[in-house]
């Protein structure tokens, strides 16, 4: 068998399939575009949805429509049957991020043709012995009323050369593919492969290790055979059309046909860990520790790099904080045993950027904003890390435990896996609950399952009533670009899943329907006498939805559509401004800014754009001034409707990463040496409709992500009028001839001055208490004497100050324990201080203040010397320190 690169690979792969008549695709990105269902692109057929749902038939591309297609698709898988993310980089065949090659029939070809030419590309044509080969098939579910798969297992005799005994049953958990709870499902055929040395295979059996969790025997290939709809009841009903969907893990073949036994011995991944290595001075090969860590770091920037390009930055919820725990867990493993202190990860983009640029070019594109936002994260999370250590030394202060809730907050908050946690725990003699700490952990592996599940719509529960002479949902003519009221055609109406609401389907419609982040339109419907409001519009597939509370006139076949012009006029005005500010952004800030996300509505604008850091006020006010210039030049709108692909990107228009684009675009300029971009919004006619811009807000997204809010037209008017109405209020306030700015600064001065008295009183007052607590002070063992007490209307820092002056003033043989209560706010503060005598003894501040905080409700700790703690039942302060003589001798070592 001949060695091929990874490169020529995936290139065969993708030329086999066009020779059958395949439309090659492009890969979807990671980040789902319009599937909120979905956490991450988990499979190839992601972006074909739509015609295993039934709702299109065919896919389009290059002005054909095609029922055949094949891909190599980027995804992104941190739960699942196989793959924990926990577990990544420990075996040698999963991964975060994988490259699936796929096909795909739309009711065309079935299981002949996808058996045959699996078996003529992984044998005839790439030289695979097909004595190492195993098929697995259905072997029925009685449940489900299901027999065995008689009809893959005839074609696998037919149509390949397989031994026959290679051809094993498997039931529905193995070998019977469903897209949710409902929809399309189907049995499946699965090729596992052998590696194992001919020794090995003479002495145990290859069948009975397919689908055992194998290494050496796994799943190269999965042929999907879609043929059934599974219904809300359970049932399944046979589809109209049968289709394909295939899926063949890119690493694993490649080392396959490389002859590794590792994924990650392939060049897919050689040069990575060998950079990898040369970071941490190691050698790959020599130490399973770090073999893992370099593996584990290997994959997993590349799921971080492409979760980034693709709209998924770090955050903390949904697939940002998924891509956070990604790299942190690998930041992690740098840290801990690699010995990494320093950011590196972003080191590691620019050369899967250049690997991956012919393939994924999105990458290679974005490299300076993916390296950067990656770099801000590790820089963030490093910091954090070693708070975590800051955090584990107070939590093991004086404890002999800890607990499964502190072990799960260093892991989830500062990035601590359990086995340092327990290192660090063993090392200073105390243990860890780490049966608590797995229950935890469970629970959020459990919400990660269910947040990334693929809930399928329910097809078919809701039926159309189509009008005469109509029995499909063809697609919608916009015609709101030119006006505002349109004469329509009643095509279809049905009940929508809430009560009380319902979808009208229109021939033509001049209503927006919600989408590229502008909201959608809304109006009336007018059939004849009766009028229906319309509060919702949204459009699939050219197919515009138009959701009322009440349903059409029976009979009713035509009517007029209007929107609400005054609501349209304002949406429009801040959809232009977006793009006014988002080009004047390009040239203030840089290139490297890029739209990461906007929404439009009538009272403002939202736009989110890559960068790396706080947009000052100078270069707000800035860009606000420049871009009220545009304003006022007017500029009058080119919208251009169907211009070649390439020859908008020939021109620069901007587009957006991840954006899937027809072979036609809409172009809509303002001055093509200013502004042209790919959009689907509404517009105004000329940049002066705007009538006036005004930012409202700066603020962080994610790293690397900056978010501005803004508004125009009328709600700028309004913003104006208030801000007037608030100086001339603070004019009058300042008296006549005085400036408002002057006063309010007047003002402030005296307050701090004021505050400063205050404090000062407050600290006289305090240390007359300290000065009678001193005198009062009680020997409560050998010579010790406690101090102790309540400092009324103190706060932390007075409590801090006292303690030092203790300190100062008693050498040895004292300890302090002085506490506050703030009832009207439910908050006590407690301050502990230890002379040095006794911290040799065993009393320590931190774990003394930690005790009595307890009795208050809260917790705390801190040096040896000095601790405070903070608690939320002010009424049990008098009865902690009562108790405090008992919890001290407790400390003290006799």
């Not at 125009?712 to 208030?722: E, K, M």
Request: hydrophobic share 40%; charged share 25%.
């Amino acid at each position: 068998m001949q060695h091929k690169s990874s490169a020529e690979i995936r290139q065969e792969f993708l030329d086999f399939f066009a020779a059958k008549e395949h439309a090659i695709t492009a890969s979807a990105p990671v980040v789902p575009q319009d599937d909120p269902t979905l956490l991450f692109t988990n499979a190839g057929m992601n972006q074909f949805k739509p015609i295993f749902l039934g709702e299109q038939q065919t896919y389009a591309q290059d002005g054909r429509h095609w029922s055949r297609a094949a891909n190599t698709q980027k995804c992104i898988r941190v739960s699942g049957k196989h793959n924990d993310l926990e577990e990544v980089g420990i075996d040698t065949y999963h991964h975060t991020l994988f490259e699936m090659l796929g096909n795909w029939s739309f009711g065309d070809y079935f299981k002949k043709e996808a058996i045959s030419w699996a078996w003529e590309l992984l044998v005839e044509q790439w030289g695979l012995d097909s004595g190492r080969l195993y098929a697995t098939v259905f072997g029925g579910d009685e449940q489900d009323g299901l027999p065995v798969d008689e009809e893959a297992i005839a074609l696998w005799k037919e149509v390949t050369s397989i031994k026959p005994e290679h051809i094993l049953r498997f039931g529905k958990k193995d070998n019977f593919w469903e897209m949710g709870d409902t929809g399309p499902c189907g049995p499946c055929s699965e090729i596992h492969v052998d590696l194992r040395s001919d020794e090995e295979r003479a002495k145990v059996d290859g069948a009975t290790l397919v689908n055992a969790d194998d290494p050496r025997v796994m799943e190269i290939w999965n042929l999907v055979f879609i043929q059934f709809n599974r219904q809300a009841d359970g049932s399944l009903h046979k589809l109209p059309a049968q289709h394909v969907d295939t899926g063949m893990g890119f690493e694993r073949i490649c080392a396959v046909l490389q002859g590794k036994k590792s994924n990650y011995d392939s060049d897919v991944f050689q040069p990575l860990i060998q950079e990898i290595a040369g970071l941490a001075e190691k050698t790959y090969g020599e130490n399973e520790k770090t073999d893992i860590a370099i593996r584990v770091i290997a994959d997993h920037i590349r799921a971080v790099s492409f979760g980034v390009a693709d709209g998924a930055s770090p955050s903390n919820d949904g697939r940002g904080y998924v891509i956070r725990r990604i790299l942190r867990r690998a930041v992690r493993y740098g840290w801990d045993v690699l010995e990494l202190r320093e950011p590196f990860m972003h080191k590691l983009v620019p050369g899967i950027g250049k690997v991956f640029e012919h393939v994924f070019p999105e990458l290679q594109a974005q490299l300076a904003y993916v390296t950067s936002v990656i770099k801000a994260e590790e820089d963030s999370f490093l910091k954090t890390l070693g708070q975590g250590i800051s955090l584990f030394e107070q939590l093991a202060e004086g404890s002999e435990l800890i607990s499964g809730e502190q072990a799960f907050k260093l892991h989830d908050t500062y990035g601590f896996p359990i086995d340092l946690t327990r290192l660090m725990a063993r090392e200073r003699g105390i243990s860890v609950d780490v049966a608590g700490f797995d229950r935890l952990m469970q629970q959020q592996k459990e919400r990660a399952r269910s947040a990334g599940r693929f809930q399928a719509e329910a097809a078919g529960v809701q039926h159309w009533t189509f009008s005469k002479g109509y029995d499909e949902l063809p697609p919608t003519l916009f015609t709101g670009y030119d006006e505002f009221v349109s004469e329509c055609k009643l095509i279809a109406w049905r009940p929508t899943a809430e009560e009380g609401s319902f979808q009208i389907v229109l021939n033509r419609t001049p209503f927006y329907a919600e989408s590229g982040g502008q909201i959608a339109d809304t109006g009336v419907l007018r059939f004849g006498d009766t009028s229906i409001q319309v509060f919702d519009v949204r459009k699939k597939d050219d197919v515009y939805f138009h959701f009322t509370r009440t349903a059409p006139p029976e009979g009713a076949t035509a009517c007029v559509a209007e929107i609400d012009a005054g609501l349209r006029t304002e949406i429009q005005k801040n959809h232009t401004a977006t793009h006014l500010v988002h080009a004047i952004l390009r040239q203030e800030l840089g290139n490297h800014v890029a739209q990461k996300g906007s929404l439009v509505s009538a009272d403002k604008l939202r736009f989110d754009f890559s960068h790396f850091e706080a947009v000052t006020q100078e270069q707000l006010d800035t860009i606000e001034e420049q871009v009220n210039k545009k304003i006022q030049e007017n500029i009058p709108l080119t919208d251009e409707r169907e211009v070649p692909i390439e020859e908008a990107r020939s021109r620069g228009a901007m587009m957006l990463f991840g954006e899937k684009y027809g072979d036609f675009v809409r172009v809509v300029t303002f001055d093509p040496a200013f502004s042209a971009e790919l959009c689907g919004g509404t517009h105004v006619k000329a940049t002066g409709e705007i009538g006036y811009f005004r930012f409202v807000s700066e603020s962080s997204v994610a790293s690397g992500i900056r978010r501005i809010e803004a508004v125009t037209g009328l709600q700028a008017d309004a913003l104006l009028r208030t801000e007037k109405q608030t100086l001339a209020g603070l004019k009058k306030a300042a008296g006549a001839g005085k400036d408002p700015l002057d006063f309010v600064d007047e003002l402030l001065l005296e307050r701090k001055n004021l505050l400063k008295e205050l404090k000062e009183l407050k600290m006289e007052l305090a240390g007359a208490g300290l000065e009678q607590l001193l005198n009062k002070g009680e020997v409560i063992s050998e010579n010790v004497t406690l101090i102790k007490g309540i400092i009324e209307g103190s706060d932390m820092n007075q409590l801090k100050q006292l303690g030092y002056e203790v300190l100062n003033r008693r050498a040895s043989a004292t300890v302090c324990l002085l506490g506050t209560a703030d009832k009207e706010n439910g908050k006590v503060f407690i301050m502990a201080c230890v002379t040095d005598d006794l911290i040799q003894k065993g009393l320590k501040a931190g774990a003394l203040v930690g005790a009595v905080a307890k009795l208050v409700g809260g917790g705390g700790g801190g040096q040896p010397n000095l601790a405070t703690a903070g608690g939320k039942k002010p009424e049990k302060l008098q009865e902690a320190l009562d108790k405090a003589t008992d919890i001290i001798n407790s400390f003290i070592q006799k």
